[in-house]
């Protein structure tokens, strides 16, 4: 079964630039997350969807940070504008309704200078 | 608040040595308690859940309550298993709680 596609698999932007990234789960999966990964520590839940809602966002920045998943299946997640500090890997996962286990994309990895 | 923890950044064995990453965990509940491994340029991906008891590679791991303890094991450890692991938690309603990882090199 084709995986969790995330693109772009790089960036690297100036600060105080937007960027955004984009997230297609498992088919069939309802349940997508993204997780921020700072070099050195482990994945940092943003937000989790349950189809289109909004389960948990409660460690997204929402001053800078946004995410949608409009139709219940892809989902962007925005960045606007960046700090230095949002420099990491974005990895977006995605899960079957209540499901343990949890598939990840490749990531995408962030550079901002 | 759920928390795991991984007190080892970096684990170093020699090929056939036994290998053991340990994770603690605090929850005063029932957690779910997984092992995530990453290898070089591979996507994250499950190795085993204590659920299912099952031996995975040849890891196994044992959830220990008392101890709240997880620890991940090997008898006899394979280049092939350098990597980074991470131990994770699950809890009620809550997403996967992430530990910083070891990162396990075995050498030849």
């Known amino acids: 079964e084709a995986g969790v596609a995330q693109s772009p698999r790089y960036k690297i932007i100036e600060k105080r630039q937007s960027v955004a990234f984009w997230c297609n789960p498992i088919?069939?999966?309802?349940?997508l997350y993204w997780y921020q990964q700072i070099l050195g520590q482990g994945p940092k839940l943003l937000i989790q969807?349950?189809?289109?809602?909004?389960?948990?966002d409660s460690q997204l920045p929402k001053d800078r940070f946004s995410a949608e998943r409009l139709k219940g299946v892809d989902s962007t997640l925005k960045i606007q504008p960046a700090k230095l500090e949002d420099s990491a890997v974005y990895l977006c996962a995605s899960s079957l309704w209540r499901g343990p286990e949890a598939f990840f994309g490749q990531g995408t990895r962030l550079t901002v200078v | 608040a759920q928390r795991v923890t991984q007190p080892e950044k970096l684990l170093s064995v020699f090929k056939g040595a036994p290998v053991e990453l340990k994770c603690n965990y605090s929850y005063s509940g029932s957690p779910e308690l997984f092992w995530y491994v990453q290898y070089s340029r591979q996507r994250l991906q499950l190795l085993l859940r204590h659920i299912s008891r099952e031996s995975i590679k040849g890891f196994t791991a044992d959830l220990n309550k008392g101890e709240t303890s997880f620890h991940l094991k090997k008898p006899f450890a394979q280049e092939e298993d350098s990597a980074m692991y991470y131990c994770?938690?699950?809890?009620?309603?809550?997403?996967?709680?992430f530990g910083k990882g070891t990162r396990l090199s075995v050498i030849a």
């Open positions: 969807f349950q189809n289109n809602g909004v389960v948990d």
């Open positions: 088919s069939g999966h309802a349940t």
């Open positions: 994770a938690l699950l809890s009620g309603n809550t997403p996967l709680v």
